[in-house]
């Protein structure tokens, strides 16, 4: 049972918005602190991506861990209208599988940063961030 009521639920999940979120704001405050330009959301390129560095050929697909189905302790399954939210939740890690491999099609390197994984702030993981745009890391996030 949830704690609020459904008019309110309502409203705070309308109030959700897809773009500038808090996760973006700071991964590009980050990135532009270390000296970084970007273009945000490039309604040319497959799934508008979040932050796209041209000179790196590199995008970052900045992922809620509830919205795009992460296995972390902030995903939960929600306990009311679960096929809804269930085919929902599906369409969307469909619909990131989809945009991925056309980006790497098009030659993009592409990394996604959970939600989760930047409430962390973990200093070598930035780093090791850095160095992936940069080129220096053929590691795959």
């Not at 945009?99 to 070598?124: H, M, P, S, T, Y």
Request: net charge positive; with cysteine.
């Amino acid at each position: 049972m949830d704690i609020v009521s459904k008019s309110t639920r309502s409203k705070m999940m309308a109030g959700i918005k897809g773009l500038n979120t808090q996760p973006e704001k700071f991964l590009r405050s980050l990135l532009h602190k270390h000296g970084f330009r970007f273009r945000i959301h490039v309604a040319a390129l497959p799934g508008k991506p979040d932050i796209v560095l041209a000179r790196y050929r590199a995008i970052m697909l900045v992922h809620g861990c509830f919205w795009h189905g992460h296995g972390c302790s902030l995903f939960k399954w929600p306990a009311t209208r679960r096929e809804f939210w269930r085919k929902k939740i599906q369409d969307t890690c469909k619909r990131d599988a989809k945009n991925i491999l056309a980006l790497k099609k098009l030659g993009w390197r592409v990394a996604v940063i959970w939600e989760c994984e930047l409430r962390k702030r973990d200093e070598f993981a930035i780093q090791e961030l850095i160095a992936w745009v940069r080129g220096m890391r053929n590691v795959a996030y």
